[in-house]
């Protein structure tokens, strides 16, 4: 059994990949590090309902405190700084990989991921676990509403938080 520290973006996201891996063999422990979630009332409802999901599965998580002035200007910028934090813990650790719960979303850029990961992996020493996990995705959501987790509407970076305001607005004012 390969020992994974796995960055958590969310619970709902980290569901069907927890599952996944622990019916894969991988002794599976997370870190919830989200210094990109925007509002301050955001990364609140996101990290306690990382923590119910956790209680409710035994998933055993880290919470590292997020710098909350870090304000990445792009999402190479924002995989980097939590995959960078993950890596280090994993490599201070003994875990034998890192990965992160992002790889579920279609809406991430997965090229992306994927290249952050093994530059980061390369830096410090411990193996990047890609793997697709786009396929659980509507199955992830289903967990999640079986479960009754609090589901974001977008990824919690400041940029994206904008535009969707923008878009929410746009469309009022379309119907007025």
Not at 125 to 152: H, I, K, N, T, W
Request: proline share 5%; glycine share 6%.
């Amino acid at each position: 059994m390969s020992k994974l520290l796995l960055h958590a973006c969310c619970a709902p996201c980290t569901t069907y990949v927890h599952r996944w891996l622990m019916e894969n063999d991988f002794e599976v422990e997370g870190l919830f590090y989200n210094p990109n979630i925007r509002p301050e009332s955001e990364y609140q409802k996101r990290l306690a309902t990382m923590q119910v999901y956790s209680a409710a599965v035994g998933l055993k998580v880290r919470y590292e405190p997020s710098d909350r002035t870090i304000e990445p200007e792009n999402c190479e910028d924002c995989y980097r700084i939590r995959l960078e934090k993950t890596a280090h813990l994993a490599s201070l650790n003994g875990y034998q990989y890192f990965s992160t719960t992002l790889l579920i979303s279609p809406y991430q850029k997965h090229e992306l991921l994927k290249k952050v990961g093994e530059e980061v992996a390369e830096e410090y020493g411990v193996p990047f676990y890609y793997r697709d996990f786009r396929e659980g995705y509507y199955e992830s959501r289903r967990l999640a509403q079986a479960m009754q987790l609090y589901r974001q509407k977008y990824c919690g970076c400041k940029p994206r938080e904008e535009k969707m305001k923008g878009e929410k607005y746009a469309q009022i004012g379309q119907f007025a």
